[in-house]
């Protein structure tokens, strides 16, 4: 097992990690610290360690390229990856490990964590992306095609997830061209070169800090179409790979379509019809669908109008039961 923390400008956290890591119950792993060109003392701070870790340090290139250097450098069968603000719960590769025994031919395998917000509020990841209801109060999920689940249920945590060497260097690296879900694309690559497993337990804890450095979720919240144009870059390169079957596109297609109403919606919240209307003409166009329709159509009606009819659609659709 080869363990990959890539870090920039983090010596206040990086420790934790590491530290959590080195806490490990298993104990055959390698570590592997890749300094993405830090300005701290992240290097000094990490001394301490020397003899206990492999620290890499590079001009800075940004993440994907960070956790590259750190597989091209690594030994082991199975790479698992860690950012240097989270941290492991100690059983966290024992029972990574102990399911990869018994289920070998799984290429990749994940488990649930527990998300820890800037405010201090805490919820299990598998609830936010809907994965949690498809194991049926069971502790274990296997998929043995993945691809399409992975599409549906993103974002993926990838401080969750370890994966074979074989997989990573079938699917390719990382994508360095990417500074958003970046581990979404790998993780979706990933998906089409064997099964998926998925342990139904929190056994990383995920923090979202205040740094200097804007964290994925202040980027979405601040930028929000930025980040789903991102995303739609993404569909459209995965649906490139010729291995995909027709199924495998299809949803592609669904996402794509379901992707450009939430652009437009995002343009009618902002005042600009003419721009949300286009965006709806093209998700039904991607992907038709009576709800891409509705939204064409409800979009030459005056803003007021529209904004009022989406509200009280939202309102509806959060109803609880029995109302």
Not at 66 to 89: V, Y
Not at 101 to 108: A, D, K, S, V, Y
Not at 123 to 134: I, Q, T, V
């Given at each position: ?19 959590s890591v ?8 390698e570590?592997?610290?890749v300094?993405d ?6 290097k000094?701070s ?8 492999q ?6 290139s940004?993440?994907s390229a960070?956790?590259?250097t ?19 719960k100690?059983e966290y590769?024992?029972?990574?490990m102990e399911?990869?025994r ?8 994940t488990?649930?964590c527990?998300?820890?917000g800037?405010?201090g ?7 936010s992306?809907g ?5 049926r109060g ?7 095609e993945?691809?399409q ?12 997830t ?5 997989a990573?260097e079938?699917?390719g690296l990382f ?7 970046e581990?979404?694309d790998?993780?979706?690559?990933v998906a089409?070169q ?6 139904n337990?929190?056994?990383i804890?995920?923090y979202r800090?205040?740094e200097?450095?804007?964290?994925l ?7 929000p179409?930025?980040?789903r144009e991102?995303?739609?870059r993404?569909?459209e390169?995965?649906?490139?790979i010729e291995t995909?079957k027709?199924?495998?596109?299809k ?5 794509l379509?379901s992707n450009r ?20 003409r ?6 038709p669908s009576?709800?891409s329709?509705g ?5 030459f009606?005056p803003?007021k109008?529209?904004?009022?009819i989406?509200?009280k ?5 959060n109803?609880?039961?029995g109302i």
């Amino acid at each position: 097992m080869s363990v990959i923390i890539p870090t920039f400008n983090r010596e206040k956290y990086v420790r934790k990690a590491l530290e959590s890591v080195l806490a490990q119950t298993y104990k055959d792993y390698e570590v592997i610290v890749v300094d993405d060109g830090s300005k701290d003392n992240t290097k000094e701070s990490l001394k301490r360690y020397e003899g206990k870790i492999q620290y890499i340090y590079q001009s800075n290139s940004g993440v994907s390229a960070a956790r590259n250097t750190g597989i091209k450098h690594a030994c082991g069968e199975w790479l698992a990856f860690l950012d240097s603000d989270d941290e492991w719960k100690p059983e966290y590769l024992s029972k990574q490990m102990e399911r990869v025994r018994n289920n070998l031919e799984i290429c990749m395998q994940t488990t649930d964590c527990l998300f820890v917000g800037m405010n201090g509020e805490t919820r299990r990841y598998f609830e936010s992306n809907g994965a949690l209801a498809k194991f049926r109060g069971g502790d274990y999920l296997f998929l043995k095609e993945p691809f399409q689940f992975v599409i549906k249920h993103q974002p993926w945590q990838i401080g969750s997830t370890i994966i074979s060497r074989d997989a990573v260097e079938g699917a390719g690296l990382f994508d360095t061209r990417l500074t958003l879900s970046e581990d979404f694309d790998l993780m979706a690559r990933v998906a089409l070169q064997g099964p998926f497993g998925m342990i139904n337990e929190p056994l990383i804890t995920v923090y979202r800090r205040n740094e200097s450095i804007e964290c994925l979720t202040d980027q979405v919240k601040k930028s929000p179409i930025h980040a789903r144009e991102s995303d739609e870059r993404i569909y459209e390169k995965l649906k490139e790979i010729e291995t995909l079957k027709y199924k495998d596109i299809k949803v592609l297609n669904d996402v794509l379509s379901s992707n450009r109403r939430a652009i437009g919606n995002l343009f009618l919240a902002n005042g600009k019809i003419r721009e949300a209307r286009d965006c709806y003409r093209r998700a039904l166009f991607i992907s038709p669908s009576p709800t891409s329709l509705g939204k064409y159509l409800l979009s030459f009606l005056p803003l007021k109008r529209q904004l009022w009819i989406s509200e009280k659609r939202a309102n509806l659709k959060n109803k609880p039961e029995g109302i």
